[in-house]
């Protein structure tokens, strides 16, 4: 197994495929989310990858007010954008290398303001009641705060 912090994730069993999947014990802490034992076993257990999915489940809800006419607007990019937050929270999971990871967390963070740049001009436009406006705004902040701190534990 190779040392947390070398560039390179331990590896821990097969998963169900078959594949060995990453296990990484990062300390974490606070809000950046470790499972009850300290381990984490999967992108699945990182509360930041929680929040993303819990965002854009948000955002796929509020959006389908949105007018017919956005669908392949603003409703489009909006939602392409929220799913790349989680989706990049895995997919540099998955490339098994601490300095690829990071950089795709990156990518997570980018996508999460484009997110917000969205959000805020679907308010602008009249599309989104104030309290909604507010709670997203809420979860984002939040998951941004995640996404900076998992981002500075995985550091060399």
Known sequence: MTPV????WPVADDGPDGVAEPA???????EHGLVADGRIDSYRD????????DLAEVVYLASRAFPADERFGL?????????SVASNIAEGWGRGKTA?????????RASLKEAET???????LGLLPEDTVADFEARSSRLGRGLL???????P
């Open 100 to 108: 690829e990871y990071r950089q795709f967390l990156r990518y997570a």
């Open 5 to 8: 912090g070398s560039g390179q």
């Open 24 to 30: 990484v014990t990062y300390r974490l802490g606070g």
């Open 118 to 124: 969205q959000w805020l001009l679907a308010q602008r």
């Open 46 to 53: 990182l509360r930041v990858w929680q929040e993303a999915m």
């Open 75 to 83: 409703t489009a990019q909006l939602r392409r954008s929220v799913v």
């Open 149 to 155: 701190g998992l981002m500075r534990s995985l550091a």
